[in-house]
């Protein structure tokens, strides 16, 4: 008896049913990860010598898992400056006159050397501070406040001390400025203001015929005019600082007698202190005779330096190079400076002094040559690199008719004319004219307008 044959679609079906399960056991098998591989042990540390174990060095465990090394700690801040004692030199005042405040600091990290502060709106460690009475009968506390290395700072009120309503007859002020083309050389200025007051007469005007000037604890210097120049330098006697302060006095007197005293404090930053404590470099500094060069008949421009440091020891010049900076045409681009090297006839500059040395500039053979600036390069005793440089310029042609305006002002033809007679000068300059009228020498020109 045969057996009867399934129907074609049941065949088909397990064909295809036998052909899936086929495929999907090969996809498995193809898309199946092999095994991760454990990783590789790290060796253990060779057994260290006895030698070693004799001399009790610590020893790493060689089963003990490496570690990272601890990081540095970050550095510690900078403690602020602490403040001893604000003192105070009258303990009454009337209002608007001066009284001085001195503020006393250390650093609890032993950095005094870069302590300054200001006191109300003055800078320094002494200041001459005024305070004016308001609504009340009362005034506006001024604040002491100190800094330290890295500008950190303390602050406090100053003591208060009675103002009374009373008024200085006269208030005394000293300005002061920096000498153009100088290092060190102060320009101090005194001016007088009469304060007017109430149910009272006129008072005689104060005609001040000297002047008394102090700066600091050096001997006294009298003038006839309200001006007059010192050189502010660092005090041999003291220790290197960021900053040195300076006080100075002016007593005003005139025919009669009568006294009026004025005072200003000036708290200067050191350059050469900055540049070694930022860059450990030793400056060089220089100061030329005289400040404004001149050019002789002959087309030669001469000037003298004087080339010194505050380091101790002295510095050894390695290089000298000259840069000439040259004048290009009218309406073209600047051209590059030429670096030559340069001989000044000086190697050594000792402690103290200094050296001199003269410089020249020869404006016919070198007609396009606007001026020479002379980079220093050395070394001190002690390793310390040494930096500086200084320039010599070509001063501007003299005045002539072709290159000068004529002067059309008649006070201001006055004053040219006065000051060629005073300084015995063919011409004079803006300088010598702003210096003359500070020290009043034109007060007593009079010339009117002329009317059109």
């Known amino acids: 008896m045969m057996r009867s044959e399934p129907p074609r679609w049941r065949r088909r079906w397990a064909w295809s049913f ?8 090969l996809a498995g098998l193809w898309l199946r990860t092999p095994e991760t591989a454990p990783p590789p042990t790290a060796p253990h540390p060779p057994t260290p010598p006895t030698r070693a174990l004799a001399r009790d060095v610590p020893l790493p465990t060689p089963s003990a898992p490496w570690r990272p ?32 405040i001195t503020v006393r600091a250390h650093s609890p990290d032993g950095n005094d050397a870069y302590l300054h502060s200001t006191i109300g709106t003055g800078v320094g460690m002494r200041v001459p501070l005024r305070v004016w009475l308001e609504e009340g009968s009362t005034y506006e506390q001024p604040r002491v406040t100190v800094f330290g290395k890295d500008n950190v700072s303390a602050s406090v009120l100053v003591p208060r001390y009675t103002v009374k309503e009373c008024e200085p007859e006269r208030l005394v002020d000293v300005y002061s400025r920096r000498v153009p083309n100088s290092e060190e050389d102060y320009e101090f200025l005194v001016r007088i203001h009469e304060l007017p007051r109430r149910d009272e007469p006129r008072r005689k005007p104060f005609a001040p015929v000297r002047f008394v000037w102090t700066f600091d604890d050096a001997p006294s210097v009298t003038t006839t005019v309200p001006t007059v120049t010192w050189t502010l330098s660092p005090q041999p006697n003291r220790p290197a600082a960021m900053y040195h302060q300076h006080l100075v006095r002016v007593e005003a007197i005139d025919a009669s007698g009568r006294k009026a005293t004025g005072r200003s404090s000036l708290q200067l930053l050191d350059p050469t202190f900055e540049n070694f404590d930022k860059k450990g470099v030793v400056t060089v500094l220089a100061v030329g005779t ?13 000037q003298r330096f004087r080339l010194f440091h505050r380091w101790r020891g002295p510095v050894t010049l390695e290089r000298v190079t000259a840069l000439r900076a040259r004048r290009p045409e009218p309406k073209a681009p600047p051209l590059p400076e030429e670096a030559t090297e340069a001989s000044l006839g000086v190697e050594t500059l000792p402690e103290g002094r200094g050296a001199e040395v003269s410089v020249s500039l020869d404006t016919k053979a070198e007609p396009d040559v606007g001026m020479i600036t002379y980079v220093l390069e050395g ?69 009117r307008r002329a009317t059109p």
């Open 290 to 302: 005289p400040r404004f060069p001149t050019e002789d008949e002959a087309g030669v421009v001469r």
């Open 18 to 25: 036998g052909l899936g399960l086929a495929l999907a056991l």
């Open 69 to 100: 090394r601890a990081e540095q700690p970050p550095p510690k801040p900078t403690p602020p400056p602490i403040i001893d004692e604000v003192t105070v030199e009258k303990p009454e005042v009337c209002s608007g006159e001066d009284n001085l």
């Open 379 to 447: 070394r001190t005793t002690d390793g310390h690199p040494a930096r500086g440089t200084f320039s010599l310029m070509r001063p501007p042609p003299r005045p002539t008719k072709e290159n000068s305006v004529p002067v059309t002002d008649p006070r201001l033809l006055a004053k040219v004319k006065r000051a060629r007679e005073l300084l015995g000068q063919d011409f004079v300059t803006d300088e010598d004219l702003w210096r003359l009228e500070r020290e009043g020498r034109f007060e007593d020109l009079a010339v």
